[in-house]
Structures are given as C-alpha cells and as structure tokens.
C-alpha cells in the first residue's frame, strides 16, 4: 500500500472506470425511475403522469403473472439446481476413472450461449419431431406425449427444466472445488473411528462447505432473476402469457406496445424486485449461519 | 482355524461384492448425467447432417448420408458469417476497452492508500447485482440520446459496464496479494505509478488477465438482450441475436437452423475445451471466492 503524494494521479487512474460504469450501468437505473413517472410512445410529447403507470403495472394480471412466473423459476433452480449438484458432487469426489470427463461434459451446458441452449431445446420439445415425444414413442409410452411448449401448463414446466439442465454445472463445479478443500486428516480420523460414509458426508463435509452452500444460493437466486433470453427464445412468453417472467412482460409491453413509461416503471419494478429477494436471502442465510 | 480363514474370506468377499456394487452404481449415475448434458447437443448436431424428410422420419440415430445442404443454406441465407465478424467486433473491443480500465482501476485500488477507496471498491463491485434486464428500456433510451441506436458503440459500452464490476474484483484481489515490496525498488529508481503499472504489476497479473479476458469474451459472445433491444438492422447483428432472428424466419425448416447452431456451437466447444481450466476457473472464482 502506497500514499501518493499527487491524489490526482489516483483519479486519473480510476475515472475511467468509473466513467463508463456510470453511465452506463448506475445512470440507466436512474433514467428508469424518471420516466417511469412519464407517458410517452418515443415520439410524440413526453408527459408527467405521476404514479399511473405503476398504478396500472400493479393491476395488471398478466403482471403479477409474470411475478409468479419469475418466483417459480427461482424455486425450480434454487431447488433443482443446488441440490442436484451437490449430489453429483459428492458422487464424483473420489478417485474415480474418468473423473476429468465428467467434469468437463458437465459443464459444458454452462458456456454454450443461452440462444443456441433455447433455440435447441425447442426443437427438443417440439410436438411432433422432437427429441422427447418421439423418445415416449420408442419406449412405447406414447401416450404421455404432450405439446410440451403449446400447453399452458407443461410449457413453464419445460422452461424450468431447460433452465435447470443450463445451470448445474456450474454449482457441480463450484461444489466439486470445494469439497476439494475440506481437509484430508479430518475425514482420515473420522475413517479410524468408523464413520460410515454418510455419517463423514453429513457431519464433516456439508458443514465444512455449507458456506460455499448459501454463497451459491444467493447466487443462483441473482441468475435466475436475470431470465431473459432463454424464455424469450423459447416462447416468448406465450402460450397465452403462461411463461411469461417480468422482463418478458417488460420487453412486450415497451418495444411492442410503444409505451416506454410504463415499461420503465416495469423496469424499476424488476430492479426493486430483484435487489429485494437478494437482500432478503443474504439476511436470512446470514442468520442461519450464526 | 480353517473355518475362520473361510468365514474372514466371505466376509471380505462380500465387502468387495457391495464395494462393487457402489461403484457400478455411482458410475451409473453419473453416466446417466453426463447422457442428459451431452445428448441434446449431439442430437441436435447429428440431424444438422440430416435433410428434412429423413429427420422427419428418423429423428433418432445417424444420418443415413451425410448432406450438407443445411449449412449451405443456413450460411447463404443466415448471414452467419457476418454476424460471426459482428460478435468478434464487439466482443474484443469491448473486452480491451473493459480489461484495460478495470486493470487500471484494480492497480489504484489495490496498490495505494487512500480515502474512500473501500467504498469505491464496493461501488463498483455492487454492480454484480445490477439486474441487467431491468437497465433494458433504460439503456434503450439513453443509447437514442446519445445516437448510438444501431451502431456497434450500443453493444460495446455496456458490455464494458456489465462486465467491469467482475473484472475489477477478480483483478484487485489479485493485484491486493502481491508483496508491498514490488514496487519499492522501482519507486527508488524513480518510476512513476503509471510504469509501474506498466511494466511490473501487469505483467505480474497475467493469470488473473487471463481468467477475466476469457470470461470477458464469454459474457461478450453469448449476449443476447441488449442486442435485441439496441440493434436492429441484420448488417450489424452479433451472433445470438441473427441466430434468434433465423429461428424465427425459418421455424419450421428445423434442419437448417440445427446447422445454423452447429456452425455457432462447435467454435464455442473447440474453445471451451481448449480453455477449460481458465473458463471454469473465471466462471467459478467469484462464488468461491465470495
């Protein structure tokens, strides 16, 4: 650590930085709040509507829809991801032929773009060429074919799991490094007093990474609020707005019905939303750990 | 005597058994993981060489000749190479303008003392919380102000800002470890902050260097939200977004657009398998370092 004598020197260092995130990822938070408060199509004359837009968001079915939409897809990651992942973590921590293979396939999902992931599996679900309806058929279970993406109620379904299947890897991965670090003499006294391996898994493992544990939860909650692209690809929303998430909602309502007002004050929503449940979790886990 | 010898024999025979046993089933099951990660994909590759009547029939197993009309189709007709040119554009770019700032600004914040330097460090690292698509309209009207609408320039600077806050964090904890004395010497001879920089502390980072440029370029090439929202003409598009729009245009020729994201997919997979060790390490640090 250094004191400059010159603290200008400093500034000319981090201004640029801090430039362009300014503008460019805290100001558009605050360009959100003001027009929220606006009626305007991009056109014509702008006009001051006080809380009207909100007022309409919050009365909107399809609006709270779309909240509802959203918890679910953090549940269904939330409870899906972590916990599968943690198993196959600990399946995979051992000396095991082929462990780098499994590592390596089981993180690939994670870096292919979400575009080419939703564009993929909507081929996958596809009614009558896809790779599920005619897996059912091969098997002779045919009959529990369905419209997988057509069908109000299988279509949020099939989302969840697309987006479960995207995401594993990555908590596979975080997990799998972890387990790495819990130390060796530990699990080596507790083989010499005869833990069996679940007693070892459940009492000197999970509690040396639950850390790791909750730093993924909240991280999962954070990536799963950010859906977007993946929906959007896959359904836009639709079958009749049973898939649509709030940004989804958002997007339809700014850039196909014109109205940037009130899809700002949609976007002030998703952002007191989003830093809402991430506040709450980070609290709750927090307290848990104490 | 006898006896005993053949019982201890069984017993361990029988510990070997269900040892067996475990590890087949272990196997199995990661097996079974490592199928649902990779099959999707594979599938999707295999009728890419498929023409459209054959995939009808057999969506399943190889094709019967491999035919290459879907990629000369999707080639001719998507534009694929352009957008290729597109992403790469935007993506190095950006990804220079983002690792040159943020270095900058990890050296200042790591290296020197001075007042509000932690919340400054806080300031930019809470912009892993920023939910991206809650600055989309936002963004959408700032870029109309600044005329940046259709340009490159709309995709660049936000993906700068979007990917600054991890940059500097994986950056000045990396810059923070190194020993005071480093600079000493070169102080002595006289060097200024910005040599330093220059010439000892960068390229004493260039692991860290390396983990954000790759992740940088991953977050770079797979975006797809601010592009649909801020570019809007087919010459400009980056990767995800002309492949989103081909989909669209082409649903129901699904051959041609299994090509078009095989020909988006198989560079990506090249690279992760070339890269695997920074990718998963640049994915994974900020959780576990968290």
Known sequence: MHLLKKPWIIAVGVIPALTIYLIFSILPIFISFYYSFMSWNGFSEMQFIGLENFKEVLQDSVFWLSVRNNI????????????????????LNRKIKGAKFFRTI???????????ISITWRMIYNSEYGMINNFL???????????????????????????????????????????????????????????????KTRYVVLPSIWNIILISVVLCISGSLKTFDLIYVMTSGGPANSTEVMATYMYGKTF??????????????????????????????????? | MSES?????????????????????????LLVFTIINAYPIFWMIMNSFKTGQEFSFDPFGLPDDWVFVNYVEAWVTANIGSYFLNSLFVGIVALFICILVGALASYFLSRFQFKGRNLLYG???????????????????????????????????????????????????????FPKEIEESAIMDGCGPFRIFWSIILPMSRPALATAVILNFINN??????????????????????????????????????????????????FYLVMEKQIVNGMTQGAVKG
């Open chain 2, 221 to 270: 090439w797979n975006e797809f939200s601010f592009a649909l929202v801020l570019i809007n003409d087919d010459a400009l598009s980056t990767l995800p977004l002309g492949l989103a729009n081909f989909a669209g245009q082409y649903s129901t020729n699904y051959t041609a657009q299994m090509a078009g994201l095989t020909m988006v997919l198989i560079p990506t997979i090249l």
């Open chain 2, 123 to 177: 300031f930019f690292v809470v912009g892993l919380l920023v939910p991206i698509h809650a600055t989309l309209v936002p963004m959408f009207i700032l870029m109309q102000k600044l005329g940046f609408i259709n340009t490159h320039l709309a995709l660049i600077f936000p993906y700068v800002a979007f990917n600054l806050p991890i940059t500097i964090f994986l950056l000045t904890s990396f810059m923070g470890s």
């Open chain 1, 106 to 116: 089981g993180f690939m999902p994670v870096v292919i773009s979400t575009v080419v």
């Open chain 2, 5 to 29: 010898v053949v019982n201890y024999d069984t017993v361990s025979k029988n510990a070997r058994k269900k040892k067996r046993f475990k590890r087949s089933t272990i196997y199995l099951i």
């Open chain 1, 72 to 91: 679910l897809v953090v549940l269904a990651s939330v409870f899906g991801q972590i916990p599968i992942a943690l198993g196959l973590a600990l399946l």
């Open chain 1, 256 to 290: 196909e019905g014109l109205r940037y007002g009130y899809g700002s004050a949609i976007s002030v929503l998703i952002f007191l939303f989003s830093i809402g449940l991430i506040l709450i979790t980070t609290k709750l886990l927090r307290r848990k750990e104490v």
């Open chain 1, 137 to 199: 058929d091969a098997i002779g279970l045919g009959f529990l074919q369905q419209n997988w993406l057509g069908d109000p109620t299988w279509a949020i379904i099939a989302v969840c799991i697309t987006i479960i299947w995207q995401f594993v890897g990555l908590y596979f991965i975080i997990f799998l490094s972890a387990l790495q670090t819990v130390p060796s003499e530990i699990l080596e006294a507790a083989d010499l007093d005869g833990a069996s391996e679940w007693q």
